[in-house]
């Protein structure tokens, strides 16, 4: 049994719905990842710091990588968090919304609600996390006598281009998915190759110029190389580099709305 | 005006040959590679203000995408739906609930999907907790709870406001038999002080209690609808259609609308009620012999033949009824041209009312397996009550009273 409300009520109601909705659901989503365990939201960091810990070790000791005009030995774990905090949020919004659709498919086939509140609350979810890790890394940067700049508040327009663009994906591929199921297997063998094809682990400088093409062409490459900046250089992130970004965005963003639209009602026949 | 209006809808599925198929078509919009299957055809009814409608049909007539489609959960290939004011539904079985969530925060989060506040969910709290009756489960996960509480729980939160249109999907039909009892009280509740129903059920029973109305769904159309019991008649009818036979419905002489079925094998030929002395009555007083007499020509021979009666009150719900099976006097090898006459003896211990006798003449216990003929209200008749004092009700038990005086002693029976 359960319960719907078509009530034809205004817009505002149908907000503050998708709010309440959005809201519940993050901070019981986050209840059921942090509350039920021992250690709570250290799970939140040390995961990605685990990653951070790993490749720091095998690249600046073992393999004595060096950041070409950084002499820090802590310039290179800066580099990898960086990159790390923006692409483990945009992993976990692509990796979980692809499944959205179909992990709530029991509240859809029996709910009248606004669908597209399932996607936010992963992208919520996503930015929670992303938070708890961005503080560990100020906290750990300071720590380790690095300065950052006020440009690290350029992270906001970053974060928003970055989550509209794993947002359009995720959405997309979640209706997809609700279709033809072997787009969550495909999601996490894509994901594996987009992360070494974003200059997250190296500098895009060490790339011979064939692949360094392939890795221009990836979205994900200025978003990141905007974190870089702004954590490791205390620079603004390259507007110019982020402008075509924001085109491809805002083109995902209409193909996946529309995509959404059109299959929204055989999406619900389906599951 | 109308509160629900449902115009020509229709509903229809795509079939895909592959997931090949699908990709190309979920790829190139333009690209047709399905063929469809039609669940709704043209479906159009009204429903006014404070009207209860009853929705039955064989499983897969249409009724839960019907109701699915009314809840704005899934949309119609074509047609119109207008509903107006405050919405609530309980369809099919299992929740939208969390199962590692206490039961009270998943009173929050449904609770927000279907339009309350959070303030709202906080004075109504008590009173959902109250009607479920889930007791200190209400702060453990839902996955330690049995299936019966979880009902308990998403019934009293759907029906903690009253809607202006409430829709109830076999939700009747779940739970043990005293919450049921208490949630048909709420709906009966909410019924008085206005609010339209539609409900699904196989329950004939629930939908002659509470519905003004039936609509009977086949095959995706509208076959009847009109007052519960005719429609009902009609689809019990349907039940056994599936051996080919033919339902026919007319009208009575009275107004009132009859049902026959069957095969067509055996025929009954004519009823009648008679009194003691053996003369033709249509008026009984309470409690003296009447028989039911039968009369039934088998038009093909036929392995077996057993013959019975229901009785029903005016509202259509049964009083008594039994066959010849169950009286261990089937009939076996008939052949063609033979005539049998049943008579049913028994006393009319039975309330005052009209009440009405259906006819079944089958090869088995139950007229699902082979029906030769089916007859609704074959024979109407009133029971009457001038003899012995006035009592409420259908069944007329011998009670016999005694009043003492008693000490505080022995006032307790209960503990005795």
């Known amino acids: 049994m359960s319960f719907v409300d078509v009530s034809n009520t205004g817009t505002v109601d149908q907000l503050r719905r998708g709010y309440g909705f959005v809201s519940s659901s993050v901070t019981r989503e986050f209840n059921v990842k942090y509350k039920t365990s021992v250690l709570g ?7 990605p710091m685990a990653l951070v810990f790993i490749y720091t070790i095998v690249f600046t000791h073992l393999m004595k990588a060096r950041l070409p005009g950084v002499s820090d030995v802590f310039g290179y774990g800066i580099y990898l968090c960086a990159g790390i905090l923006c692409w483990s949020c945009f992993s976990e919004v692509v990796s ?35 938070v708890v890790l961005l503080g560990v890394i100020i906290v750990f940067a300071l720590m380790s006598g690095f300065s950052l700049g ?46 070494w094809l974003t200059p997250i682990v190296y500098p895009v400088s060490i790339l011979p110029p064939e692949i360094r093409t392939l890795v221009d062409l990836n979205p994900l490459t200025a978003i990141v190389s905007s974190y870089q900046n702004m954590f490791l250089y205390s620079r603004a992130p390259d507007w110019g580099s982020l402008l075509p970004v924001a085109l491809i965005t805002l083109l995902f963003m209409f193909v996946a709305l529309s995509f959404y639209k059109r299959n929204s009602t055989d999406m619900v026949d389906s599951l | 005006m109308s509160f629900l209006s449902v115009k020509n809808i229709c509903k229809e599925y795509k079939i895909y040959p592959s997931k090949w198929a699908r990709l190309k078509s979920l790829m190139f919009p333009g690209v047709k590679t399905h063929s469809v299957k039609r669940v709704l055809d043209d479906i159009s009814f009204e429903i006014s203000p404070g009207e209860s409608v009853g929705i039955v049909g064989i499983n897969g007539a249409g009724k839960s995408t019907l109701l699915k489609i009314i809840s704005n959960i899934t949309n119609q290939t074509s047609g119109e739906v207008v509903v107006e004011g405050r919405v609530a539904a309980l369809l099919e079985l299992g929740m939208g609930f969390h199962p590692d969530f206490t039961g009270r925060a998943n009173l929050y989060m449904s609770g927000q999907l279907i339009g309350l506040s959070r303030g709202e969910i906080d004075r109504l709290m008590p009173s959902i907790e109250d009607f479920s009756e889930i007791g200190s489960y209400i702060d453990q996960p839902v996955r330690t709870y049995s299936s019966g509480m979880q009902v308990r729980l998403a019934f009293s939160l759907a029906t ?50 509470i519905c003004d109305r039936a609509i009977l769904l086949s095959g995706g159309k509208i076959v009847s609808q009109g ?78 033949l057993v013959l019975g009666f229901l009785i029903k009150d005016s509202l259509g719900q049964p009083v008594y009824g039994i066959n010849t099976h169950r009286l261990d006097k089937p009939v076996d ?16 211990s039975i309330g005052k009312g009209n009440y009405s006798v259906s006819l079944s003449a089958s090869r088995l216990d139950s007229h699902l397996d082979k029906n030769y003929h089916w007859i609704d209200r074959a024979l109407i008749f009133s029971v009457i009550n001038t003899r012995l004092c006035d009592f409420v009700g259908v069944a007329m038990l011998d009670v016999d009273s005694s009043v003492e005086k008693v000490s505080a002693i022995d006032a307790s029976l209960s503990e005795a």
């Open chain 1, 96 to 130: 979980r919304g692809q499944n959205i659709f179909i992990e709530n498919a029991n509240i859809i086939k029996k709910l009248s609600f606004p669908k597209l509140c399932l996607p936010v609350v992963v992208g919520a979810g996503a930015v929670i996390s992303f």
């Open chain 2, 333 to 348: 090898d008939l052949c063609a041209g033979d005539r049998y006459r049943f008579r049913f003896e028994f006393p009319a």
């Open chain 1, 150 to 195: 006020f440009e690290l508040l350029f992270i906001v327009p970053v974060l928003l281009l970055q989550l509209l663009l794993s947002l359009s994906i995720a959405l997309f591929l979640g209706v997809l998915n609700v279709f033809i199921r072997d787009v969550g297997q495909l999601t996490g063998v894509v994901l594996q190759f987009w992360f």
């Open chain 1, 41 to 47: 939201a250290l799970w939140a960091v040390l995961n």
């Open chain 2, 227 to 304: 007052k519960p019991d005719i429609v009902l008649d009609f689809y019990s009818a349907l039940l056994a259609e599936r051996q080919q036979e033919l339902i026919s419905q007319r009208t009575l002489a009275d107004g009132s609308i009859q049902t026959t079925s069957g095969t067509g094998e055996v025929e009954i030929s004519s009823v009648v009620l008679q009194n003691e002395s053996g003369s033709r009555v249509d008026v009984v007083e309470v409690g003296t012999p009447v028989s039911l007499v039968v009369d039934v020509l088998a038009v093909q021979p036929v392995s077996r």
């Open chain 2, 160 to 209: 903690a406001v009253r809607p202006d249109l409430l829709i109830v999907d076999e939700a009747l039909s779940v739970g043990d038999a005293y919450f049921q009892h208490k949630s048909f009280e709420r709906i009966r509740e909410f019924r008085a002080k206005g609010t339209t129903l539609l409900i699904v059920s196989h329950n004939r029973a629930a939908i002659q209690a």
